[in-house]
């Protein structure tokens, strides 16, 4: 279609068919990596998902977003570590697996014994300390002189989100994985201990101990999502969207 022709609205004109889309493709593959080799990874592929982060949008660009990005310092990987284990054992150890069946319903029966398990030992999130690189993303709330206050709190950490997001499809296009690890920041007391050791300011939150490194191996699988007429609405609140598939 030349760039001057009125679109007509149909599929066939759009730029691009669905299943050519690039980006879909790195959204679908895209998961969450907990066991890392603890190889280096080399610095330009860093610097490029840094740069991912740098794109994200921001209320009026104000960038309400800063990474503190450890690379060498292998001693606050293991204490990152520590703590991601210990709170693990905390937000996973008080109850057995039969009474927390609500919570990460997309494991199976036959497997849920032996994931919370796993998940009650805390050993599973030890993996800061085998990445290459832990990146702590922190937002900030106060970022704004304006008469008219914006939900800032909120505002920073869909910014930081989107950082983040960034970061993750470009390592999970390069080959790596990547894990979310907030266990590190969930309680109040452990995000104290991260401020003081990497000398975060009052007005910034730190909300993530983010893990790139090169994966044991590609995890294909993850928890299946709900579909498009799970978690959209047509219109108006309560009314299924239909796929145009179920249409016809
Ligand atoms: C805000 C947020 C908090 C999360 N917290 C943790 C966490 O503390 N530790 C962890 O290993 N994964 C964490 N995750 C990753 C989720 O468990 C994971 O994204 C979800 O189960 C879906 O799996 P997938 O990423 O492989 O698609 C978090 C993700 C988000 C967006």
Redesign the pocket.
Known sequence: MASDAKPSGKAEDTPKAAQELESLRWIRE???I?EFTGEKIPDEHIELILEAARHAPSPENMLMMRFIVIRDDQETKEFLADIAQEMAQTAFGGAPFELTSGRNWFIADPYRAAVYARLRDGEL?RYPEKSDTVIIVCASDSWHDAGYIYPNELFGSVVCGMAVQNMWLTATELGYGC?????VCSDPRHAQLIRDRLGIPPIWVPL?AFCIGQRVSARAL??SRAPLEGLMYDERWGKPYRRIAFRK
């Open positions: 895209r998961r969450s907990r999130f894990g979310y690890e907030a266990l993530t993850g928890p």
